[in-house]
C-alpha cells in the first residue's frame, strides 16, 4: 500500500479534529476566563473589554493567514489529512516540519521525496514530529510556573519596568525570526523588509488620519502585504 494512502486515512483526520477541539477548547476557557478578569477585577466596562477583543481579533489577522499558508505548503508536500493533524497542534513553520520529516526519514534508511520513501518512513515521520510537539508542550508546562516567579524578580513589582521588559521581550523575538527568514534568501528577505515597511507606514498613516485604531491592522495587513509583494517579485 502507497504511504500517501496511509496519509489521508479516516484516522489521521479524527485525531486532528479531536486536537482542534481541545484546542477551541483552550481558547474559549481562556477568553471566558480572561474577560470576566477584566470586567470584574481590572476595572473595565463592557465597552471597553469590547475594544480590547476587537484588537485582539484584529491583531490575529496575519499570523492566521501566515497559518494557512503553512498548511497549503503541507497540503501539496504530503496530505491534507496529515497537515490537518498537525495544524492541531499549531505548526508554525513549513521548514521545521520537512528536517524533522526528512530525518526521521533517514533514521529508518529512507529519504523523503524519493521512490525509497513508503509506509515505514511515514510513520517514523509520525512518530518524530508529534514527539517534538509532546516534549515542548511538557517543557511549558513545567517551566512556565517559574517564568512568572522570574518575571516578578526581573520587575521588582515596578509596572514601568515590566512594560518595558515586555515591549523589549517582544521586539527581540520578532527580530530574531526576522533575522532568520533574511538569511534564508529566496523572496524571504523581500517578504521582512516589505512588511516593516508597509507596518511603519501603515502606523504614520494611522497618526497622519487621526485614527488610532488602524494601528489594530498594521501588524496583519503588513504581514499579508510582505508575503504578497515577496511572491509577486519571486513570479
Known sequence: ??????????????????????????????????????????GYGPGQVRAI???????????????????????????????????????GSVVTEMVLI????????????????????????VVVVNLSCTIASLGAAFFTPYLGRARGKLSRGDPRLLAV???????????FFAANEVK???????AVIAGAILS??????????HRPRMKEWALGLATFGGMLIARLLQA
Open 1 to 42: 500500500m502507497d504511504w500517501k494512502v496511509i496519509a489521508n486515512a479516516p484516522w489521521l483526520w479524527i485525531c486532528g479534529f479531536v486536537q482542534a477541539a481541545i484546542g477551541l477548547f483552550q481558547a474559549g476557557y481562556f477568553y471566558r476566563l480572561a474577560t470576566r478578569l477584566l470586567a470584574r477585577h481590572g
Open 53 to 91: 477583543v476587537r484588537g485582539a481579533v484584529i491583531t490575529a489577522i496575519g499570523p492566521v493567514m501566515a497559518e494557512i499558508f503553512v498548511m497549503m505548503a503541507l497540503v501539496f508536500a504530503i496530505s491534507p489529512a496529515y497537515t490537518w493533524q498537525r495544524e492541531g497542534v499549531a505548526v
Open 102 to 125: 526528512s530525518n526521521a526519514a533517514i533514521g529508518v534508511g529512507q529519504e523523503f521525496g524519493q521512490p525509497s520513501f513508503d509506509m515505514v518512513g511515514f510513520a517514523a515521520a
Open 165 to 175: 521588559i515586555g515591549v523589549c521581550s517582544a521586539l527581540g523575538i520578532f527580530a
Open 184 to 190: 534564508r534568501r529566496g523572496g524571504h528577505e523581500v
Open 200 to 209: 511603519m507606514f501603515l502606523f504614520k498613516l494611522a497618526d497622519w488620519l
